[in-house]
């Protein structure tokens, strides 16, 4: 069974840099892309960036284009999303996950859902807390 391990998060202020991290053990899987969502609270779980596994291209929600670089560590089986520029309305859980649905993009632009009929594997971390303050 794959596993996948958040870490990084933390309390920083705004304008900071944080670097999360997402480690995948266990057993391999083949994965079609990986990335993060992140979920504040009293709102919905939300797209942040992805990583297509076989072309290396990033895709990134608009608010954090060009604040949030989303890469990889194939060596350490690593997926990392450096922050910058961190603002208030970052603050969030930030949850990593892999799937190896071929219209990853789209399950990953909903906010990790899909339709009951959805034939896909999908790996979740548990989650890393990430706030900034004023």
């Known amino acids: 069974q794959v596993q996948l391990v958040e870490s990084g998060g933390g309390l920083v202020q705004a304008g900071g840099s944080l670097r999360l991290s997402c480690a995948a053990s266990g057993r391999t899987f083949a994965s079609s892309a990986r990335g993060w969502f992140r979920q504040a609270p009293g709102k919905e779980r939300e797209f942040v960036a992805a990583l297509d596994w076989s072309s290396d291209r990033t895709y990134y929600k608009d608010s954090v284009k060009s604040r949030f670089t989303i890469y990889r560590d194939n060596a350490r089986n690593t997926v990392y999303l450096q922050m910058n520029n961190l603002r208030s309305e970052d603050t969030a859980v930030y949850y990593c996950?892999?799937?190896?649905?071929?219209?990853?993009?789209?399950?990953?632009?909903?906010?990790?859902?899909?339709?009951?009929?959805?034939?896909?594997?999908?790996?979740w971390g548990q989650g890393t807390q990430v706030t900034v303050s004023e």
């Open positions: 996950a892999a799937t190896d649905d071929l219209a990853w993009l789209r399950w990953f632009q909903a906010g990790g859902t899909g339709a009951s009929n959805r034939k896909a594997a999908d790996t």
